[in-house]
């Protein structure tokens, strides 16, 4: 499955479970652009990120990461 900038939810999820200990609102955008950009299956554009498409990733990862606690 080929992720791209919009897969939020996606791409949350994928986030979670490489990184099921990491609290997702500690992690920095330029951090969270890197990981993103590094995901098995992330077929998107590097530049084609923005801020608000970083943070709907970044809650959809919280909400994951939220409910396993």
Do not use: C, Y
């Amino acid at each position: 499955m080929e992720l791209n900038w919009t897969d939020s939810e996606s791409i949350g999820i994928e986030l979670f479970e490489k990184f099921p200990d990491l609290d997702p609102l500690t992690v920095r955008f330029t951090d969270l652009h890197k990981m993103v950009v590094e995901l098995e299956g992330f077929a998107g554009d590097p530049h084609a990120s923005n801020e608000s498409k970083l943070e709907a990733i970044q809650m959809a990862w919280f909400e994951e990461w939220n409910e396993d606690e």
